[in-house]
């Protein structure tokens, strides 16, 4: 609204891709019309680099407010409709409320906490690219030294307006069951339609959900309303569906996943070497 047509669209005037260095969170978008994808990203500090490097000089600052213990999280928008959401502020801080990974069930920093403290994890994002939608975040020092957790680099890369790759490293010091997480409004309908396949229908968008690699986690579907805070509770997602995916106990897997927003083609083929991962669509 008010722009001219000499001066070109919107999609002309503002960046579809973004990269904010301090608060670590990265948006991607194929347009700025109502039928684009969109997904956004955040792996940083609790609170940001400013903030932590305030702490580390001041330590009786102590605090991060209001942040939540989500690094190495994101939401996906397509279809007209968030498909992939956060379920927005809560009262209790949980790691498992976000779309991010459990390790042997225990969250990041924070975790379970109502106002978090700072604590000296360094979480960020390694490589933001803003001519490509794509980035990279290492998230392992998010975790507490119990979960023994030596990497958590999750790459995403949207290809088109249909298919983002989200691709997980993740490596212990010892054997560990991994919960990888996903979050959807409570009114989608979220169901397994094959093996290490699973897809979401909501308000006419529809999202799949292939997993290529490991194979046969154990899956979980769930409804839950978080802790809300009264004052900020959000209205537009009372309750929250999660889908909830199990490794077997092991010290590193990758997990591969490709989201199809409203795809009607045919599952992606997968075969990995020792130097390469390859997605055949």
Known sequence: KGITPDEGTLDDLVPTLAYYPDVETYFARTS?????TMFSFECRPLGGHSLARLIEA?????????????????????????LVVDPGY??????????TVLVGGMGQY?????WPSWHPGWAHIEYASTDIAYVRGEAASAYPLEARLKRFTRQMIMLDRERLIVHDELETDMPRRFQWLLHFDGAADVQQTGEDQFTETFGGARLRIDVLTPTGMVS??????PTWN????????EKIRRLRLETESVTSTP???????????????FTESPDLLVITF
């Open 90 to 99: 809560t009262l209790n801080k949980e790691t498992a409320n976000h779309n």
């Open 230 to 237: 009264n004052i900020a509770r959000p209205t537009y997602h």
């Open 255 to 269: 997990v591969l996943v490709v989201l199809s927003v409203n795809s009607i083609s045919e599952r992606p083929t």
């Open 110 to 114: 924070g975790d379970g906490e109502r």
């Open 220 to 225: 979980e579907i769930d409804l839950y309303e």
């Open 32 to 36: 700025w019309g109502p039928q684009a």
């Open 58 to 82: 001041y330590p009786w600052i102590g605090g991060v407010g209001h942040n939540h213990p989500a690094q190495n999280s994101f939401v996906l928008f397509g279809g007209g409709k968030e």
